[in-house]
């Protein structure tokens, strides 16, 4: 057994130290699994900064009351009635004057052009009081001032100013046909109100022809268990049709409207893959084949197959896994931290960082290693097996 691995080790040994010998084809293999590991690295990045920050968002101690089976703000409607009733309910927590720390809001569609290619999207212009600032945790401005009520003003997300243009400090800008004058950039660092506007409730629900209805109100809480006090209250109270979760529920099945990238990107990996994987093949038998003299004379003094065996399948893995490493580098350099925007639950844009963290990249080098090992396996066995004979006639 000892003189088993002795040979398994020498075998193994002149295999890796031959690949500058056959460096094109050992290029050509590598380069091959790194654009593989590279794309999807790519999506798996997309999905898990966006997932970061909508599933970031929110918080426990926050309840999230949108009108009964409406999934998401846009599609949600309550009445100015339902706002008074629900600010009444027990479990809300009040400041030091006795009032509900709560904020009804508004949720509208508004369109905005991209600062890159100049193509149009959709971004969200909300409709707050002075609350709401209150309810967000990490809330600050960056820059400039908070609107004034009653005012044609408004407050711009700092994602909103990264990727779409108009949107500056001090910039008027014509939305819903209505003027409106940027007075304010703030900040939400790593969640969806990033990539919102903000401007006065009572102002948006009247340019925007809403009356005196809400899509949502946000509550905090006296304590996590209060929501079963809300939804109590709310279970007893016929005149109100809403569903009661906490925020960060909320935000947490939203994420998943992203999951449909993570599938497309590992379909579309495994598509490239048995591209990498012909050419990991294509490089292996030729690499049995420019070495079958050697194998020949190995075995000639007592070398058995099994070490043969080890020299091939390891030479595949090895030249798999420093193209998992190659794709994973270069994936890291061109996509982490770099900012993009799609499509969230209210039918707006999301500015989000793309985020390659180590479950990503482990995923992307066990792929590689996956296509390393299919790639050597059978130029492995036919080095292990073809006869001596034959080995010494080529």
Avoid: C
Avoid at 63 to 92: Q, Y
């Amino acid at each position: 057994m000892t003189s088993l691995f002795r040979q398994m080790a020498a075998v193994i040994s002149m295999t890796i130290g031959g690949l500058p010998s056959r460096f094109w084809g050992s290029v050509t293999t590598i380069l091959s699994i790194a654009l593989v590991v590279a794309t999807l690295l790519a999506f798996l990045a997309m999905s898990n900064g966006f997932t970061k920050t909508v599933a970031g968002t929110g918080s426990d101690d926050i309840a999230m009351i949108l009108g009964t089976g409406s999934e998401a703000e846009l599609n949600s409607t309550m009445s100015s009635e339902a706002v008074r009733l629900l600010e009444e309910a027990p479990g809300i927590a009040r400041d030091a004057a006795g009032r509900p720390i709560t904020s009804p809001e508004l949720y509208v569609v508004v369109g905005a052009n991209r600062r890159a290619g100049g193509g149009e999207a959709n971004v969200s212009l909300r409709g707050v009081t002075s609350r709401a600032p209150d309810l967000r945790t990490g809330f600050r401005l960056s820059s400039g001032r908070m609107f004034e009520p009653g005012t044609n003003e408004m407050i711009v997300g700092a994602g909103v100013v990264r990727e779409f243009r108009g949107f500056d400090l001090d910039t008027e800008l014509q939305l819903g046909g209505s003027a409106w004058k940027v007075v304010g950039i703030f900040e939400v660092p790593g969640t969806v109100f990033d990539s919102e506007l903000w401007a006065d409730l009572p102002v948006v629900q009247s340019l925007f022809n809403r009356g005196p209805t809400v899509q949502a109100l946000r509550a905090r809480l006296e304590s996590t268990a209060a929501l079963a006090e809300i939804q109590s209250f709310v279970d007893s109270e016929p005149r109100l049709q809403v569903d009661v979760k906490t925020e960060k529920e909320h935000f947490a099945s939203e994420a998943q409207s992203l999951q449909y990238l993570v599938y497309f990107g590992w379909a579309l990996s495994i598509t490239l893959g048995f591209g990498a994987l012909a050419g990991a093949l294509n490089t292996m038998y030729a690499a049995v084949e420019a070495r079958s003299k050697e194998l020949a004379t190995l075995r000639a003094i007592g070398f058995g197959g099994l070490p043969a065996f080890a020299g091939a399948i390891t030479e595949s893995i090895v030249l798999a896994l420093a193209g998992g490493l190659v794709g994973a580098g270069g994936a890291y350099l061109l996509f982490n931290g770099l900012t993009a925007s799609t499509l969230g639950g209210g039918f707006t844009q999301v500015v989000f960082d793309f985020n390659i963290g180590p479950q990503q990249v482990l995923a992307g080098v066990q792929l590689a290693l996956l296509l390393g090992l299919l790639g050597g396996i059978f130029p492995a066995l036919r080095a292990a097996r073809t006869p001596l004979l034959k080995l010494g006639a080529d």
